[in-house]
């Protein structure tokens, strides 16, 4: 069991700012997802939290200690690497044992935690056996035992599963989080799996270039991203974001761009209201197949995905993606969707931050009445 708080957690590589000031408060049992794209400071964090890096700046505390400045070993901590790190001269019990005996538990003690261990996760038949004679599941469960054997307060992993086959990663991913709701350790997790995060975390952590975009629970990223940017790091394809205007028109808003006219949930102002210059953005799959919807596109090219297709469109010289049931149209195809005024989402055309509807008390300028929402 494990609180772990990170403040102003900064780490420079030289020159290079590789994480700048991560502050973040994980309650016990949580299990986080560090998400981003490659080279945004996961594995840094990461090794930093394990005390296998050094942090330039900030503070770690785990259930209330500062730990900054503790050695790994205590920290409670258990690290599953992507390599999975396993002895190859040794055999899958020994392997696992490995970081008890380095403990002095007594004999009696290891063996049966590690009897423990290797049945919840199914390798009491492979414990003779040594890493070279194993799949690479197997491994990664090895690699898994020899962390929960330690009984850590929370588990860390570097993107333990991106070595396996998708129906085995899957597979594992399933398993890992029967065991978190078996346990309730505290689980940090990298990876930079989208599906991997959706399905596991209770909270995504997104990073970009060493900061932290957006925390919040996977519906909450998806639903209301906090920026263009974690928009289209989000969802197979991501939302589709282009250059719109906000204008009322006859007592109702809309959004407008070349081949593109909606209408969006917002209040129409009474005093009217002067065009705004946005970033729009719909999903893929929020585009509904509607012989009367207000979007007339033609159909470049389809892809096929299994269950559905994505459509990549152009409305006038606006491109577009739909994510639609298959088989729908055909390239060549000029066909018309519809968008519920909900499903439309609106970030700043500068900072890409996302905007909210906030009536303003304090002037009566109209077009401040959309405001950029909290980076929540
Ligand atoms: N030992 C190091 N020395 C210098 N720069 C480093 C070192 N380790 C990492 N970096 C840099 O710090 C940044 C963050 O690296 P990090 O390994 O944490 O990224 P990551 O998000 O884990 O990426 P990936 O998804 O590719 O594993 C990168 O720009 C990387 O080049
Ligand atoms: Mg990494």
New binding site residues.
């Given amino acids: 069991m494990s609180r772990i708080e990170l403040s102003g957690l900064t ?1 420079d ?2 020159s ?1 700012r ?2 700048n000031s991560i502050d973040l408060d994980v309650a016990d049992g949580e299990f986080i997802v ?1 998400l ?12 930093m939290i394990a005390g296998l ?1 050094e942090p330039t700046a900030g503070e770690i505390r785990i259930d209330g200690h500062d730990v900054t400045d503790l050695p790994p070993r205590d920290r409670r901590l258990a690290m599953v690497f ?1 390599s999975y790190a396993l002895y190859p001269h040794l055999t899958v019990a020994k392997n696992v044992a490995f970081p008890l005996r380095a403990r002095s538990v007594r004999r009696a003690e290891i063996t049966g935690r590690v009897e423990r261990v290797a049945s919840s996760l199914a390798l009491t038949e492979l414990l003779a056996r040594r890493p070279a004679a194993l799949s690479g599941g197997q491994r990664q469960r090895v690699a898994l035992a020899r962390a929960m054997v330690q009984e850590p307060g929370a588990y860390l992993m ?2 333990p599963l991106s070595n396996l086959d998708a129906r085995l990663r899957s597979a594992t991913r399933t398993e890992l989080v029967d065991l978190h709701d078996r346990i309730g350790a505290t689980f940090l997790y ?3 799996d989208q599906i991997e995060a959706m399905s596991m975390a209770t909270r995504i952590v997104l ?1 970009d270039s ?1 900061h932290v975009e957006q925390v919040g629970a996977p519906d909450e990223l998806y639903d209301q991203p906090a920026s263009t940017f974690v928009a289209a790091f989000l969802g197979a394809p991501p939302m589709c974001l282009f250059d719109a205007v906000v204008a009322s028109e006859n007592d109702r808003m809309v959004v407008r761009a070349p081949g593109i006219h909606l209408p969006i949930d917002l209040p129409t102002p009474a005093g009217g209201y002067a065009p705004h210059e946005v970033t729009a953005g719909i999903r893929p799959e929020r585009m509904v197949l509607d012989p009367r919807g207000q979007i007339a596109a033609e159909v470049l090219t389809v892809e096929n995905v299994g269950s559905d297709e994505v459509l990549h469109l152009r409305a006038h010289t606006t491109t577009l993606q739909a994510r639609v049931r298959r088989p729908t149209a055909r390239a060549g195809d000029h066909i018309r969707l519809s968008v519920a005024a909900g499903d439309i989402h609106l970030f700043d055309r500068s900072s890409g931050r996302r905007l909210q509807w906030k009536p303003d008390t304090s002037t009566t300028r109209e077009n401040t009445l959309i405001r950029q929402g909290a980076a929540s």
């Fill in positions: 780490k590589y030289g290079t590789a994480l560090f981003g794209p490659s080279g945004c400071g996961k594995s840094t964090l990461l090794r890096a992507q570097d993107e990298v990876t930079h990073l060493g």
